[in-house]
């Protein structure tokens, strides 16, 4: 078999940098970054204006002041909710499986590096609940809405019902996976950057955020080591299954807004949301495709990659 070297350039040191420097760079090692002295403020915002697709819709804007807050407020529970749903069901089971069957015993560094990325994920999971049972408690909300997963999340399930073979439903989470894990910044920045939000949200996606950028490295890294270590077979699946899953993250998903506008009895929910869809306004970048387009060049399969790896402008919430 061809070694990763031979392949593609693998950056090992910079690797071997982050392995090193992840107790001081990661949440889960100071669990006391993710307390902000700032009291909740009941005038603030749960969740950006700006990353609500129809805000700015003359039907949302003729709501009450509280209902449009209800929304925001039910926009970042169901943000949370979809970013513990990717975690949990998408990207934790494909980091397993890249790291015990995908690296081999010479691979240490890369290893190691998963597993430090595990261990992350798992504490953004715990973050990311306790987002939601603190905002409930703060905005003391009844019971829970009943919000759709999204669209990329169902795209996959879907895509792993028609494969046969085991290797291929793993291999198709680790390709959502590399996807999510590797482009995901550019929407955790828009939430970490905004001063307007409750500052214990921020926070919230600031620490995310942060995990964030040193696994876009490193699954860039390991994703090169992995794909060295495919069969031919592996890496033609891999490859197509790539482009399927590129396209699923760029899929339009207005299912969970249309799910709090109709749950919280906004009569016009329908028309506002058929309205936008077809207008797009207020587009923000919310995903970065850069670093996956330098990943396919480097892996030499760019050109079999279906897909347009310029900035999404899209303006529906990312998971
Ligand atoms: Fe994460
Ligand atoms: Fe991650």
Not at 156 to 175: V, Y
Request: charged share 25%; with cysteine.
């Amino acid at each position: 078999m061809e070694t990763a070297i031979e392949i593609v350039s693998v950056d090992h040191q910079l690797v071997i940098r982050l392995n090193q420097a992840w107790s001081k760079r990661a949440t889960v090692c100071s669990p006391a970054k993710a307390d902000v002295s700032e009291a909740f403020d009941p005038t603030r915002a749960d969740y950006p204006e700006r990353l609500v697709p129809f805000f700015h819709h003359p039907a949302f804007q003729a709501l009450s002041e509280e209902l449009k807050s209800s929304v925001l407020t039910w926009g970042w529970i169901g943000y949370n909710l979809r970013t513990v749903t990717a975690e949990e069901l998408v990207v934790n089971p494909a980091l397993s499986v890249i790291a015990n069957q995908y690296l081999g015993p010479d691979d240490w560094h890369f290893r190691e590096a998963m597993q430090q990325a595990l261990i992350d994920e798992h504490y953004h999971t715990l973050m990311h609940l306790r987002a939601v049972e603190r905002t409930r408690a703060e905005r003391k909300l009844g019971a829970m809405l009943d919000l759709p997963p999204s669209v990329t999340y169902l795209r996959l399930k879907a895509l792993q019902q028609e494969l046969s073979e085991p290797w291929q439903q793993d291999m198709a989470a680790i390709t959502f996976a590399v996807v999510a894990e590797i482009s995901v910044n550019a929407f955790l920045d828009l939430l970490a950057d905004d001063q307007s939000i409750q500052p214990q949200n921020r926070l919230v996606a600031e620490l995310h955020n942060r995990d964030e950028y040193a696994h876009s490295k490193v699954l860039a890294e390991v994703a090169k080591v992995m794909y060295a270590n495919m069969q031919p077979e592996q890496r033609a699946f891999f490859t197509r299954t790539l482009s399927q899953a590129l396209s699923a993250f760029v899929a339009q998903d207005y299912s969970m807004w249309e799910a709090i506008l109709s749950q919280l009895g906004v009569e016009q929910a329908r028309q506002i949301i058929d309205e936008t869809r077809e207008s797009n306004r207020n587009a923000t970048i919310m995903r970065d495709y850069s670093g996956l387009h330098r990943l396919a060049e480097d892996l030499g399969i760019g050109a079999q990659i279906d897909f347009d790896f310029r900035p999404t402008l899209k303006s529906e919430a990312a998971a």
